[in-house]
Nanobody, 123 residues
């Protein structure tokens, strides 16, 4: 059974930081490209960051410069560190995975999804 389980969300004040994690089971994690997406109320899901099986990384425009994605293949886990949070970062953050081909920023290219973790930033 494939599972992607996010953790680390919560309520944080503006200017603070969060570290989100996503643990993957039921798949060969080292063969996966992993991505993070977010969806705010009333808005479309948008790309936040991605990391390939070979640890190439890419970042979405709205958050570029404020975050870092990393992976730990020994723990089947991908992490997302977000710094200098603002209320505009409030959203549900989703972890996604796909078999490695080309690192993609498109949600429909990802085959596996977690349930999401809520991040709320207060002003």
């Amino acid at each position: 059974q494939v599972r992607l389980v996010e953790s680390g969300g919560g309520l944080v004040q503006a200017g603070g930081s969060l570290r989100l994690s996503c643990e993957v089971s039921g798949l060969t994690f080292s063969l996966l490209d992993m991505g993070w997406f977010r969806q705010a109320p009333g808005k479309e899901r948008e790309y936040v960051a991605g990391i390939s099986w070979s640890e190439s990384t890419s970042y979405g425009y709205p958050v570029k410069g404020r975050l870092s994605i990393s992976r730990d293949n020994t723990k089947n886990t991908v992490h997302l560190q977000i710094d200098n949070l603002s209320p505009e970062d409030t959203a549900v953050y989703y972890c996604a995975g796909k078999l490695s081909r080309v690192l993609s920023t498109v949600a429909n290219d990802y085959d596996y999804w977690g349930q999401g973790t809520q991040v709320t930033v207060s002003s």
